[in-house]
């Protein structure tokens, strides 16, 4: 029971941290169109990237693992923005898992400068699938696991990260 009293109010504790460097982008107009396209169960991908930046920051602080924590936030931010609704058959080249990486990096970098890492999280965030494209650094390890982590708890859970996304409208709007 404490423990999970813990696990609750720890999605707030790390609130303002995570909007001091993610609100930039999760205010743009341009990452908002994640909104349009649905992701995972009743998730977008706006509301799926969120998490999976939210919960790649507070792992990294709490292992202490990474030294780049904007970077870290902001490839997680970009890392399915890929822009279209990958459900519906015909919406991309190949199989979506295997190419959406590639796209995702094509258009963030076509909308935002991306340093190094940004572009290596955004790029190799699919690994193991895209096998010849193993993660080189610890922030982009982090949101490879993130997200897998995200996208089973998702499909699992009928209202997935509830609190932390009314918590990001609220401080957002
Ligand atoms: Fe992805
Ligand atoms: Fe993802």
């Given at each position: 029971?404490?423990?999970?009293?813990?696990?609750?109010?720890?999605?707030?504790?790390?609130?303002?941290?995570?909007?001091?460097?993610?609100?930039?982008?999760?205010?743009?107009?341009?990452?908002?169109?994640?909104?349009?396209?649905?992701?995972?169960?009743?998730?977008?991908?706006?509301?799926?990237?969120?998490?999976?930046a939210y919960y790649s920051m507070v792992w990294s602080a709490r292992l202490g693992l990474?030294?780049?924590?904007?970077?870290?936030?902001?490839?997680?931010?970009?890392?399915?923005?890929?822009?279209?609704?990958?459900?519906?058959?015909?919406?991309?080249?190949?199989?979506?898992?295997?190419?959406?990486?590639?796209?995702?990096?094509?258009?963030?970098?076509?909308?935002?400068?991306?340093?190094?890492?940004?572009?290596?999280?955004?790029?190799?965030?699919?690994?193991?699938?895209?096998?010849?494209?193993?993660?080189?650094?610890?922030?982009?390890?982090?949101?490879?696991?993130?997200?897998?982590?995200?996208?089973?708890?998702?499909?699992?859970?009928?209202?997935?990260?509830?609190?932390?996304?009314?918590?990001?409208?609220?401080?957002?709007?």
């Amino acid at each position: 029971m404490q423990q999970l009293k813990q696990t609750k109010s720890s999605t707030i504790q790390y609130g303002p941290r995570f909007l001091q460097l993610a609100a930039p982008l999760l205010r743009d107009a341009r990452v908002r169109r994640m909104k349009q396209f649905p992701h995972h169960r009743n998730l977008t991908c706006y509301d799926h990237s969120l998490a999976v930046a939210y919960y790649s920051m507070v792992w990294s602080a709490r292992l202490g693992l990474c030294r780049d924590r904007r970077s870290l936030i902001r490839g997680a931010l970009l890392h399915d923005y890929f822009l279209y609704d990958w459900h519906v058959p015909g919406s991309c080249e190949g199989l979506h898992g295997f190419s959406h990486a590639a796209c995702a990096l094509q258009n963030a970098a076509a909308d935002f400068p991306l340093n190094r890492l940004e572009r290596e999280i955004i790029r190799r965030h699919m690994f193991p699938l895209n096998l010849m494209r193993p993660p080189r650094h610890m922030e982009t390890a982090m949101v490879c696991v993130v997200d897998k982590v995200c996208a089973v708890y998702e499909g699992l859970c009928t209202n997935p990260h509830r609190k932390l996304l009314a918590y990001c409208d609220n401080h957002l709007n």
